[in-house]
C-alpha cells in the first residue's frame, strides 16, 4: 500500500529535477543570445571601421550579409525562448552557427592571418561549458577542421599603401584587441553559467531535502498505521472496563471517583478517535479533494476541542482578523496546529495564544508562548526531522507541521518574541472563491 507514495515521490522528484535542467538551458541559452548580440556589433563596427576607416578592401557586401543573417537567427531564437524547451542539440547548433559564420568572416578578411582567429577559443570555451563531451567533440572537430582549411584558403588582407608600412604594428595592436576581447567575453560568460549552474545545484539539493523528508513522512506513516491498528485493541478493552467501574455503587456513591473514571473515559475516547484519524488518512486516496473552509470556523473548530481536552491550560484564541477568508484543509492541518498548542502548552508559563490574521500572502495562523523560546542554532533548524531541544527523537510536531504548510502551498516560520517566548506560524495561501460562495 505504500507503494505507490513512494512512487509519486520518485516521479516528482524526476520531473522537477527535469524541468531544473530545462530551465537552466533556456538560461544558458538566452547568454549565448546575449553574447551573439554582442557579435553582431563588434563585427559590424570592426567590418565598417577597417573598410571605411582605414580604406582596407574588404568585400563589405558579404560580410555584412552574414551579419543580417546571424542577427536574424539571433531574433528568431529570443522570440521562441519564451515558448520552447531548449535542449542540449539546440546549443550545439547555436555554436556550430556561430562558427561557420565567424568562419565565413575570416575567410573573407585573410583567414588564419587574421588577428581574430582566436575567437576560435571562445567557441570551444563555451562548447565544454555548456555541451557533453561527445556534443563538444564534434565542436573542436568542427573547429579543427576550419582552422586548418583557413590557412590554406582565404581572401587575402590588402593593405594600401599608406598603411603597408606599419603593418607589424597594427597586426600587433589587433592581436591584443582579440585577446582582450576573447578574455572579457569569457570571463562574462562563464560568471553568468556558474550562477546558472550553483542555482540549479542549490534547487536539486533543496529538492533532495524535501524528498528526504517525505519519504520520513511515508515511513512514519506506515509505522503510525500499524501502531493504530495495534492499539485499537486495548483501547476498547479500556472503554468497555472503564463503562463497567461507572456502574459500580462504590463508584456511583463517590463524586470524586465517579469524575475521575468519567475523565478516563473522555481521555480514551480522544484516543480512540484520533487512532481513527490514523487509520482514515491512510486508507484515503491521496487524490482526494481538500476542504475548503473559512479560517476563522477552522480556527475555531480547532480551538474549541483543544480547549476541551485540555482544561487547566491556559488559553487565548482571536480569529476575527482573518475576516471572511477561505483556506484549503487537509486532515493533518487539525492536527499539525493541535501540535503546536501542545508544544506551547508545554513549554509556556502562563497563556497559549492563538490568532487567525489575513496578510498579504495569505492567511496566517500563528501560536505564541512565553516561555523560554528557541535557542539560535535551534531556530535555524526549525522543521526538520527530529531535530528539537528536547533532546533526540522529538521534533516530530514542527516537522509534521512544516510538510502540511508546504503540502496546502503554505510555509512554516519561527521566531523569538520579545521579551521572551516563541511563536510558530503557519502561513497558508488563500483558497480560490467558490463558485455560488457568497460575498
Not at 490574521?357 to 500563528?366: L, N
Amino acid at each position: 500500500m505504500m507503494e505507490a507514495p513512494i512512487l509519486a515521490l520518485t516521479r516528482r522528484r524526476a520531473t522537477a529535477s527535469g524541468e531544473q535542467a530545462e530551465s537552466v538551458a533556456a538560461d544558458n541559452m538566452r547568454q549565448l543570445a546575449q553574447l551573439r548580440w554582442l557579435a553582431v556589433v563588434g563585427q559590424t563596427i570592426t567590418i565598417l571601421i577597417v573598410h571605411v576607416g582605414f580604406g582596407v578592401a574588404l568585400p563589405i557586401g558579404w560580410m555584412l550579409g552574414a551579419v543580417l543573417l546571424l542577427a536574424s537567427a539571433n531574433l528568431a531564437v529570443s522570440l521562441a525562448l519564451p515558448r520552447h524547451r531548449v535542449h542540449d542539440v539546440e546549443i550545439m547548433l547555436t555554436l556550430l552557427l556561430d562558427m561557420s559564420v565567424l568562419t565565413f568572416q575570416l575567410y573573407l578578411s585573410g583567414g588564419a592571418t587574421n588577428p581574430f582567429i582566436h575567437l576560435y577559443l571562445l567557441q570551444v570555451v563555451l562548447g565544454a561549458i555548456l555541451l557533453q563531451p561527445a556534443a563538444a567533440a564534434v565542436l573542436v572537430l568542427a573547429t579543427g577542421f576550419s582552422y586548418g582549411l583557413l590557412t590554406v584558403r582565404y581572401w587575402p588582407i590588402v593593405l594600401p599603401v599608406n598603411l603597408a608600412t606599419q603593418s607589424t604594428d597594427l597586426f600587433a595592436v589587433a592581436r591584443w584587441i582579440s585577446f582582450v576581447l576573447v578574455a572579457g567575453l569569457l570571463v562574462l560568460f562563464i560568471t553568468r553559467i556558474t550562477r546558472n549552474l550553483r542555482a540549479r545545484d542549490a534547487h536539486l539539493a533543496d529538492l533532495r531535502q524535501h524528498a528526504a523528508e517525505e519519504e520520513g513522512i511515508v515511513r512514519m506513516g506506515l509505522f503510525a498505521s500499524g501502531a493504530a491498528h495495534e492499539l485499537g485493541t486495548p483501547l476498547g478493552s479500556l472503554a468497555v472496563i472503564l463503562a463497567d467501574w461507572r456502574r459500580m455503587p462504590a463508584i456511583a456513591r463517590d463524586p470524586a471517583l465517579a469524575a475521575e473514571v468519567a475523565e478516563m473515559q473522555q481521555e480514551v475516547q480522544r484516543c480512540k478517535t484520533i487512532v481513527s484519524d490514523i487509520l482514515h488518512s491512510a486508507g484515503q486516496p491521496r487524490s482526494e479533494p481538500l476542504e475548503v473552509m473559512k479560517a476563522t470556523a477552522f480556527a475555531d473548530a480547532v480551538a474549541d476541542e483543544w480547549a476541551t481536552f485540555n482544561p487547566g491550560a491556559p488559553f487565548v484564541w482571536s480569529a476575527e482578523a482573518a475576516g471572511a477568508a477561505d483556506i484549503l484543509v487537509a486532515p493533518a492541518l487539525r492536527q499539525a496546529v493541535w501540535n503546536l498548542l501542545d508544544n506551547a502548552a508545554e513549554a509556556s508559563r502562563d497563556a497559549v495564544r492563538l490568532t487567525v490574521t489575513r496578510e498579504e500572502d495569505g492567511v496566517a495562523i500563528a501560536v505564541a508562548d512565553d516561555g523560554p523560546g528557541f535557542a539560535p542554532d535551534a531556530l535555524a533548524m526549525v522543521g526538520r526531522l527530529y531535530h528539537s531541544t528536547k533532546g533526540a527523537g522529538h521534533g516530530l510536531g514542527l516537522f509534521l507541521a512544516t510538510n502540511v504548510a508546504r503540502q496546502l502551498g503554505g510555509r512554516l516560520e519561527a521566531r523569538n518574541r520579545d521579551p521572551r517566548g516563541a511563536e510558530v506560524r503557519l502561513v497558508l495561501p488563500v483558497a480560490p472563491v467558490r463558485e455560488g460562495a457568497n460575498g
